[in-house]
Structure formats: C-alpha cells, structure tokens
C-alpha cells in the first residue's frame, strides 16, 4: 500500500471515531497546561492529574509560581519523575514568563522554547492544543506508532517523523493526528505487545501488513523450518566433531 493511501485511511478512521481526540492532562487555562505539560515529560499523564490540582490552587498565576522557590514546589512534585530539575524549571518558566512575557504563554515555537523546562515537543504541545496551530509534537507514542502505521519511513528522530509527518498530514488534521497516535498507542499499539489482533486500523497498518498477513506468516514459518533445520545439522556436525576427536585420542593412547 502506498504511504499516502496510509495516511487517507488513518485521518478517515480517526476523524469518523475520535472527531475531538483531546490531551489527558487536566488544564484550565495555557498557563495551567505548560506546567502539566512539563511535569509530564517522562511521567505518565494520570501520575501528573494527581499533582497538577494542589499546584494550580496554590500558584494560579505565573506571578505566584515566580515568587515560589524551587525547593518549596519540590514538595508538590517528589511523586513525579525529574523532581529537583522540574522545580527549577517551573519557577525559571514562570520568572521569565512574567519578567519577558507580560505574564502570557507565547503563541510562537521559538519564543516557548526559550522557556526553562520547554523542548520542541512541548512548545509544539502548547501551539496546538493552546492556539490550534498545525504543530505536531512526537512524543515516544507519535514516534513508535507512526512508523508501525507507516506513517513515516525510517524516520530516526523525533524532527525527522515530525517532518515526515507534517509534510502528508492536511493541515487542519495535525493537531488532532497528535492525540490520534498517542491516544492509539496508549491504548492499543502499545510498545511492547501491539494489540494487532483487536486493532481497528490493522488493516492498513504497514507492521500488520509485515507480521500478520498469510505471505508474513509463510515466511516467519519458512525461517522457523529453517532455523530448526540448521539447529538439526549442526548438532550432527557437533557429534561427528567429538567423535573424530575420541577416536584420535583414542588412537594416541
Ligand atoms: S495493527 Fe498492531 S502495529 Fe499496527 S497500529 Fe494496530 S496495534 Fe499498532
């Protein structure tokens, strides 16, 4: 199948089921999110709705999370993972929003990413979930599910599957293929056992395609055969060897 049939299937399976597939981190408001989105960096979203409540009361405002100290929002995060450099980088978020931005969380990717704590996934989290624009973050989902699809073609870093992705998806769609491909490998293509069989896309995913299908299971079988077949001549060779060896040692007594 060719990559951009691929990507016609996958926006119209997704854009029927999860026409609003959404962030699960809990936010109110930008500010409320970038925190959230910080905090969750290797951390699972559920562990940072659990944190998020006690900071957003207690620090509403990027003046308040300004005048907070590092150690005093360690105590929030210990439960997170990162908590020493996550603290002090809240608190430089918030300072230089305050001292740089007028207190707003900037719309533009390199204006966010000049904000402690903020890389490209989260500055692109922040434009298209915040101000809807065409940004793609590829998260450790995005990036594993995407190519499993076939999305993107041995795409080696994040950029290079963003730019992949970026340069098929339609431009209204990327903000919500994001949540598709992290929604979709939370819950399905999980990393480690890919749920293929209960899959609803297997039918145009390219590892399905790969590993599945009856020409992919006739050649995983044939390299079974073949492997227990060598397995099979080896050890005869294995005891042609010793014997050969006894017998000559034999001889030499
Ligand atoms: S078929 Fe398997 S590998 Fe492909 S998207 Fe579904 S779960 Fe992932």
Redesign the pocket.
Known sequence: MLRAERYRHFIAYFSTHQPDAQTELHYGNAFQLLIAVILSAQCTDKRINIVTPAIFRDFPTPESLAGATPGEIFEYIKSVSYPNNKSKHLVGMAKMLVDVFHGEVPSDLNELKKLPGVGRKTANVIASVVYEAPAMAVDTHVFR?AN??GLTNKAKTPLAAEKQLLEYLPKETVRFAHHWLIL?GRY???ARS???EI?P??WF????EQT?TEAALKRAEAAKAKKAKDQKKKKKLDTIAKELKKRSVEKDI
């Open positions: 599910v499993r699809i979709h399905i293509c999980l890919p749920r293929c899959c896309i297997n995913c390219r590892y399905y599945h």
